[in-house]
């Protein structure tokens, strides 16, 4: 029987192999991107440039909804860690 961390780790492996490396968290700042996969103690977003970011979640990073792979997202980041998930706003200008 395959244990639920193999499965886990494997699954992220697929998620990343499709994009180059995975971008290190920047120590504060902004990441944004589309969710390419969603754990319970992780998400994986890849940015324009096709990098994918594996982002630690933790009980006190603040989700602003449940996102599923194809979402755009931002995500705020501290020295502490990922503080907050938000769904991206859209950009586009009403007539």
């Known amino acids: 029987m395959v244990s639920k961390?193999?499965?886990?780790?494997l699954a992220i492996a697929g998620a990343i192999a499709?994009?180059?490396?995975?971008?290190?968290?920047?120590?504060?700042?902004?990441v944004e991107g589309e969710v390419i996969q969603v754990f319970s103690t992780m998400i994986v977003i890849k940015?324009?440039?096709?990098?994918?970011?594996?982002?630690?979640?933790?009980?006190?990073?603040?989700?602003?909804?449940?996102?599923?792979?194809?979402?755009?997202v931002v995500a705020y980041v501290t020295p502490y860690g990922v503080t907050s998930i938000q769904p991206k706003a859209s950009t586009a200008l009403i007539p």
């Open 5 to 9: 961390s193999l499965l886990i780790a």
């Open 18 to 30: 499709a994009a180059p490396a995975p971008a290190a968290v920047p120590p504060q700042g902004q």
């Open 47 to 72: 940015n324009d440039q096709g990098h994918a970011t594996i982002l630690q979640l933790t009980p006190r990073t603040q989700l602003g909804g449940q996102f599923k792979p194809g979402d755009k």
